[in-house]
């Protein structure tokens, strides 16, 4: 039995501040981002989902929204598909900005590998897994979509394909409402593909 469970990063975010977000609440769509999830909606009109659910964060419910509606489905929200935490919450984090400059924050620096300004990778990695098993099983036979954020599907992804979970975010293949796909034959998985039904973004874009 033919399962896919489809992780959506959610679209570009109102965030003219340019601040890490992160999971603090009022960040909604942009303009642009609103477009970008009537796109993957139509992108996936025709697929045959039966099971829609986000974070409860309030970019990823309104990107879910366009494709609930248009499978007439009611939209689910799991809590493990949230926005990974991280100390530096209503701060700017991009290099050069204050937050990262200042000796007060470098003992939050100090092991990348977990991290230790946030969130452990692994932990990470494993709520969402219970996430996607969760959808794997609503949808079994069919499809499904979660909409989550960018370090949660990396996370994820990552740990699926057996590399190491820190890593570059420059590099990450995850652009603003990309679809990561994971195919399952009954419970094992046998596919993981990637598209961008909304075009490539840059992991710099303020909204991202």
Known sequence: MKTVVHLLRHGEVHNPNGVLYGRLPNYKLSEVGQGQALTVAEYLRDNDI???????????????????DSHRLELATDPRLIEAANVFEGKKVSIGDGALRSPRNWPMLRNPFRPSWGEPYLEIARRMLAAVYRARERAAGH????????????SIRRYLEGRRLWHDPRRRECSLASL?????????????????????????????
């Open 50 to 68: 039966v099971h829609v659910v986000g974070s409860p964060l309030e970019r990823a419910q309104q990107t879910a929204a366009p494709i609930a």
């Open 143 to 154: 499809e499904a979509v979660c909409v989550s954020h960018q370090l949660p599907v990396v």
């Open 180 to 208: 990561t796909s994971l195919t399952f034959d009954d419970e094992m998985l046998v596919g993981i593909s990637y598209a961008e039904p909304a075009g490539a973004s840059s992991p710099k874009v303020t909204g991202a």
